[in-house]
Structure formats: C-alpha cells, structure tokens
C-alpha cells in the first residue's frame, strides 16, 4: 500500500483573488492549522465541529462490528462499552448539517462542510447523518489515504483470493436474472437464484448486493412490493450517476507538486448541479507503475443524470459523450494548462456505462433522501421483509461511503450466521427486539 500526505485538496476558485484551496492533510493537526488559517476567525470553532465527529469515529472504533439487528451482540457491546454505545446512541438521529451550524456560522466554511459530504454522500451536510461524517471525516486521519500498488484493481483480486482460500468459489460473467421464492405473503422465502443463461442455485440464504430498486423490481419482479420497501422509496431516491473520462497524459503537463486527487467547484450554488463538481484523481502520481514512463493516468468524474443520456441515436450519444468530456476538459485546463493538447488517450463513460457495467438502477450511485431524514434512523438493516433474503451494500445502514458499506457487509454476514445457527443469540428477545427496530425505522 502507498500512503499519501494529504487525502484530498478541495480546490474552490468562483472568486479569481479570493479563491479557496484547502489541502486535507493525514494528520488531524495539521489540517485543522490549515482551515483555521483560512477562517481564523472560526478556529474553535472548526475544532469543535471536527473533535464532535472525532466522538463518533472513537465510539465506532472501540466496538466490534456486527449486527445492530441481533440483540445478544449489543447487549454484549454495552456492558463492555456503556459510554460509546451511548454515545452513538445521541448521534442516532443527528444530522451533519446540524452539528456544523451549532459551532460554525461563516457561510462560506459551511459550504465547505457541504461539499466535504457531497464528494462522499452526493447530499448537502444537512442531509448526511452525523454518523456517516463521523467515520468517513476522521477515517483519513486515523488510518490516512492509501493505495494499492498497481491500481485499485488489486484490491477485489486480494478478495477474490481471500475467498477461494476460504473453500469458496466464484462465477465470474454470472448474472442472476431472477430471486427465487416459495410461498406468499408473509410466508414468502427467497430459495436460490436464476441466472441470465438459465441455471439455477439453491441455497437458504440469497444475499442481494444490488440495490433495493434492482433487487425488488428487477430480481422479484414477480412479486408484489413489501410495505417496508414502499416505504423506502418514499423517504430515499437514486443520487445521481457519474460521467467518467479516463486519460492518459504526457507527464510533464502536470506541475511539479500536483496533488494526487482534487475536487473542484467553482460556483458553490452549483455544486449539486450536473457536472458542478468535478474530481479528479491522478494515482500514477503515487504509483508510476500503472503507466508508461513519461505519462499520467487521469481519472475525471462528475454526477450526472441517466435521464440526460436518453433517447438518442448512437451517433448522437457518442458525439454528446465527445462534447461533455471536451467541455469538462476545457474547464480542467485552469488548473492544467495545456491538457487537452497533452492527452494521449482517453475513454468516456456516461450514466448509461455505469448502468450496463455495474449493473445498477439508471447507474445509481446510491439512495439518497427524499426528504432530511431523522439521522440513520430511517435506513432499512440488512434483513427484509422476504425470509431468507438480505440486502448488503448502499442501500442498507449504515448507506454510502466505503467506510458505511464495509459496516453493511460486517452486520450483513453476522446476521446471517445467527439465523442460520452458526453463531449465538438469545431467540427469546430476537422478535421482540426486531420488532422494535423496525417500529421506530418505521416511525422515523
């Protein structure tokens, strides 16, 4: 792994001479020193905000992570952990936005605060639950940025690996095209799968890594909509997806010093609009050996909505994918001067690349709310309403963020294991207590 000195500059430059450029450094000090000194007269404050979402990362990071849907396991976290559990528990149903303004009040540090969720989340602070913030703000600084050498792609080979020597194995070009069930109403089972050639696979367990959207209305398709997910789709709808340019550039058009990622607005009342934010990452900075001597790989990304990529020829959508990354491109050039002549290679995928490529629901980065939510308290867990089928991922507690997904697939696998009998519980509260769970998630 490489280890990178900062996590991110945030780069913001609506104002020519009273441009913002904030560097998001490993150390917790250090980068607290340089937000203070481009707000001093909001120093304690900063350091309140952040040291508030320090009590949340500590809290987290002193438990171990399982299910907050088996009762024996919490039960177990407190008595060892009191002030933690308690801790989170008044954060439950806090929202960033509201932890921000208790100790900031300059506007334009605020939207700096929005745009610290909004790169992770693609919501503003007052629509990120405290919870997330906590993990993802304080994560960079307590274990820091790093990168797998030799691309992100080692990353799913090391858990490919991790699997298979686990006795497991896995089916690549494998796509499942139906849930299968027994029963109906509240008898209904999920027992196995159906994949896009055919076979089938049986199992007591079907875990869904795909979104809610894709999981109910594609893979069960045939079955009626569950009152708890009607419910989500009230209060969460899809974020937006991304366009992404991947380029390969001549090196020596990236100054000396560039920093290996950056996020850029440049209007802050744009900053949700599409392409209003851009991100770039440059790894082979850290790296050289993802690219030939003498060259950078560019990665550029912005949201953007499936439904700006509809019902066009393919000439017409291959030449709008040209126009945005030009356009996109040009903007970059501010900053680097001189990179559209310096590009060497380049790639452009749109929302409807997500979509076919990942395989999710108009290319969905993930659920995002409707309307502010009560905090986490509205996110569905990992069971459903569905015997014997999970969801895991994005669209579970605690949501998006690869910190929040990783905490999914831990609760995800515990329960799992309990219902299946592999690990222990206390059956006689487990009822009543998911009872309750999903009585306030319902109310929230």
Known sequence: MLP???????????????????KVWR??????????????????GIRKFYDECWRVFNSLNSLELKSLEEPR???GQFVKQPIACLTLASFLATNTGDVARKHINDPELLSFIDIECYCWSTVLAGLTPMMNAGMVFCDRHYGGINYPKGGVGRI???LADGIEEQGSSIMYKANVRKILTEGEGDKLKAVGVQLADGSVFHGQT???NATRWDTFEYLMEQQALPKSEQLFRER??????????HMGVKADVLPQGTECHHIIVEDWQKMQDPHGTLFVSVPSLLDPSVCPKGTHGVHIFTPDWADNWKGMTTQQYEQKKEEV???????????????????LFREVGSPRTHRKFLNRADGSYGPIPSRRPLGMLGMPFNRTAVKGLYCVGDSTFPGQGVNAVVFSGFGCAHRVLCDLGKQPTIPI????????????????
């Not at 980068?31 to 203070?36: I, T, V």
């Not at 990354?325 to 310096?342: D, H, I, T």
């Open 4 to 22: 990178h000195s900062t996590s991110s500059t945030y780069s913001n430059r609506f104002f020519l001479l009273q441009g913002l450029d904030v």
């Open 206 to 208: 079907v875990i869904s």
């Open 236 to 245: 969460y709808k899809k974020s937006p997806s991304f366009i992404s340019i």
């Open 156 to 158: 799913a080979q090391a």
């Open 27 to 44: 150390d917790y000090e250090e980068f607290l020193q340089e937000l203070g000194d481009r707000f001093p007269h909001e120093r304690k």
């Open 429 to 444: 509260l487990d009822p009543a207590y998911n009872g309750l769970l999903g009585a306030v998630r319902d109310r929230a």
């Open 73 to 75: 396991y919490l039960l």
């Open 325 to 343: 990354a030009n356009a996109l491109v040009k903007r970059l050039e501010a900053f680097f001067p001189g990179l559209q002549e310096a590009t």
